[in-house]
């Protein structure tokens, strides 16, 4: 009893500057822990190998920077697939987000079943990303799938498959990234339901039109929902693997190997664990220099109202 | 006059949604359709949303599975990986956003900063190392790898939380104090109770995440058996097999059910949620 009592007070004794370090440190002990055992320590592990020649079966020999200095150099497939992934995200995130931004400004009226269509239109964003969906969008762009049978149909006999096709695989993985528009759509919502009604209102009496209300008031005012937006879009774009996995595989001719995709080839299908390694810390630089970039831009273009408390 | 103009133009409005829609929810509608058309009938007409007659004989097929192992396993799996998984990330991202929104303790604006940024960290960085650790383990083609990490939070279910906990006021805890709640009481009798919105949203996600995620099961499970349905979807298509493609749609509409069926119930929980996450960041 006496024993119980004690360690009571211990987790609840407060420091002189009011911390209460042993209560504080107990509850974000699941973080901590999770975050030294399955991030820190594999990010070591991982950055070590990516200097060896380690391959699974056999063990790991230092190798210096002989793994960057091949990808660099001489890997013709890391070239392309830095290429497709650039590609696919900088087409298919500034797609979904205009796509996300009209249908948030369309639903940001007061009108019947405005409510109904946003929870609707929220629906692709939540099975987008399951095989289910990407195994139905292979038959959807197949030879005999729906689109060529609607094309037939309006007497535009087509013979192609658009997964299949070189020039055509990209934009199928494109338009399924774009159909997933639901969660920015949200976001702009709530971020639209902030702009003061005055504005507009001031706006109007100044004789303004819907197009210069959209472009002076509307974009400015929800230019730091777009840019947050932007950011988490843009660095889940560079890590997208399902799709390209299960509907395009790669193909045609590694047009649609996006980098995580070739990451995981080299690691899984020809076990050379070492190259893979140095392949992710490229990818971690590439994104960490990404996101810099968006965020050194950002004062030109993201409009604060007032410095937050963050 | 203007009350014809405001007829024109909500007419406008909604067959502009009503069409947008349809396009949009095209796919959907043609993946259900397809599960109940029989063999011939789903690439001839390819495109028609009515099938000529309503064949179960696809769910029947499909449910079978692939060599002895049916269905019911892939589904069993399924909601055993995902329960547990959730359970154990919507409770530990609980008491860490309760640990950073309310106690005051050294170091508490370093490691919330170091927490967020890792949600910036590509996947694939981590993900060789902790393979190799988890086959050291002897873990492969268990499910440990796939529910044990979830049980240490996760920053972005950690974030929703605590930004939540930070609109209770902060008076509520102090009465509780002053009525002899020692830091855990406050934690289990006043936060708990008022953030159920937001661990309802978190519990959303987390099974949405698990249920639909392919790459884990991918890399840890090996033998049909242990399969969850997600990975199971894939072997419609494999190579090896000629693809059955009405037994394949059949169970990639019930891998959606559960998803659906959350989504009906909790629905307004997602899209606040989702709502608050990106507006205070």
């Keep these: 009893m006496k024993r119980k009592l004690s360690i009571k007070q211990l987790v609840n004794k407060t420091t002189e500057s009011g911390n209460n370090n042993i209560a504080g440190y107990l509850f974000i002990l699941p973080w901590i822990f999770g975050f030294i055992a399955f991030m820190v320590i594999p990010m070591f592990m991982s950055l070590y190998f990516s200097f060896t020649d380690y391959e699974m079966v056999s063990s790991a020999n230092w190798i210096g920077l002989k793994n960057y200095i091949k990808i660099i150099t001489n890997d013709s497939t890391f070239w392309n697939s830095i290429k497709i992934t650039f590609f696919y995200t900088f087409v298919s995130v500034p797609l979904r987000l205009s796509f996300a931004l009209l249908l948030a400004v369309l639903f940001n009226q007061k009108r019947k079943f405005v409510g109904l269509y946003r929870t609707i239109f929220y629906i692709p964003s939540i099975i987008g990303g399951s095989v289910a969906v990407a195994v139905m969008w292979r038959q959807l762009f197949g030879v005999e799938g729906a689109l060529n049978s609607l094309l037939g149909m309006v007497g535009m006999q087509s013979r192609i498959g658009w997964i299949g096709g070189p020039k055509t695989a990209l934009w199928t993985l494109i338009i399924l990234a774009a159909w997933q528009f639901g969660s920015p759509m949200l976001i702009f919502l709530a971020g639209l339901k902030q702009i003061p009604n005055s504005l507009y209102e001031a706006a109007v009496i100044d004789g303004s039109n819907w197009w210069q209300k959209f472009t002076k008031i509307t974009l400015p005012m929800l230019s730091p929902v777009i840019f947050f937006n932007f950011v988490m879009q843009t660095i889940s774009g560079f890590m997208m693997f399902t799709q390209a996995y299960i509907i395009t595989e790669g193909g045609p001719f590694d047009r649609t190997l996006v980098y995580a995709l070739y990451l995981f080839r080299k690691a899984f299908s020809y076990y050379e664990m070492g190259y893979a390694s140095a392949l992710a810390w490229i990818l971690l630089i590439v994104v960490a220099a990404i996101t810099l970039i968006i965020f050194k831009t950002a004062p030109r273009w993201v409009y604060y109202e007032s410095k937050g408390e963050f | ?281």
């Design chain 2, 1 to 281: 006059m203007k009350k014809t103009k405001k007829m024109y133009s909500s007419i406008l409005y909604h067959s502009l949604i009503l069409i947008i829609g349809f396009c949009m929810f095209y796919p959907v509608l043609w993946l259900i359709a397809s599960s109940f058309k029989g063999e011939g009938q789903i690439f001839r007409n390819a495109h028609s949303l009515i099938p000529r007659n309503f064949n179960l004989g696809n769910y029947v097929q499909g449910w079978k599975g692939f060599g002895d192992v049916g269905f019911d396993v892939f589904f069993k799996n399924s909601f055993i990986i995902t329960i547990s998984a959730t359970f154990g990330q919507v409770l530990s991202s609980a008491l860490v956003a309760f640990g950073f929104a309310r106690i005051k303790f050294a170091g508490k604006k370093v490691l919330f900063a170091l927490m967020i940024s890792t949600m910036l960290l590509p996947r694939q960085v981590i993900m060789l190392p902790q393979y190799i650790m988890f086959s050291q383990l002897g873990w492969i083609n268990t499910f440990k790898p796939l529910i044990l990490p979830a049980f240490f939070a996760r920053a972005f279910f950690v974030f929703l939380v605590f930004q939540f906990i930070q609109g209770i006021p902060k008076e509520l805890d102090e009465a509780a104090k002053i009525d002899g709640c020692n830091i855990f009481g406050i934690f289990f009798r006043i936060i708990l109770p008022n953030i159920k919105p937001a661990l309802i949203t978190s519990f959303i996600f987390s099974f949405y995440w698990t249920w639909q995620d392919f790459f884990g099961p991918l890399l840890y499970i090996q033998s049909t058996d242990k399969y969850p349905v997600s990975l199971a979807l894939k072997l419609f298509s494999d190579p090896s097999t000629v693809t059955n493609w009405g037994a394949m749609f059949s169970m990639s509409v019930l891998s959606l059910v559960p998803v659906f069926i959350l989504f009906i119930i909790f629905q307004r929980y997602l899209v606040e949620g989702i709502s608050t996450t990106g507006m205070k960041g």
